[in-house]
Nanobody, 124 residues
Framework: VQLQASGGGLVQAGGSLRLSCAAS????????MGWFRQAPGKDREFVAR????????WYADSVKGRFTISRDIAKNTLDLQMNNLKPEDTAVYYC??????????????????WGRGTLVTVSS
């Protein structure tokens, strides 16, 4: 599967953005999928994940209640709705696919396929 993230941009604190990850080659429904982010000078970190069935989601504590992960089977996309953005959310955001539905969902190595990132910048 090939993944391509889009939707990043510059937004003021308190604003919203919606990221989308277009998948090609396979349907998103055969993978557990997630979003990660990497801020300048920091390690990549887990943001959110949705199960293969779409029935379960997980979030990092830092985004819980503000971000929502979802997928659109018809469009074959993975989305991340980000509300009440904070300057500390500034990062390059990556989408990823996990073919084994690993229980270690927050670990980057659980994901075999990665898209190019999209930059989100939140100004204070």
């Amino acid at each position: 599967v090939q993944l391509q993230a889009s939707g990043g941009g510059l937004v003021q604190a308190g604003g919203s953005l919606r990221l989308s990850c277009a998948a090609s080659g396979r349907t998103v429904s055969v993978y557990a999928m997630g979003w990660f982010r990497q801020a300048p000078g920091k390690d990549r970190e887990f943001v959110a994940r949705i199960s293969r069935s779409g029935g379960s989601t997980w979030y990092a504590d830092s985004v819980k209640g503000r971000f929502t992960i979802s997928r659109d089977i018809a469009k074959n996309t993975l989305d991340l709705q980000m509300n009440n953005l904070k300057p500390e959310d500034t990062a390059v955001y990556y989408c990823a696919a996990d073919p084994r539905e690993s229980t270690v969902y927050y670990y980057g190595r659980s994901y075999d396929y990665w898209g190019r990132g999209t930059l989100v910048t939140v100004s204070s």
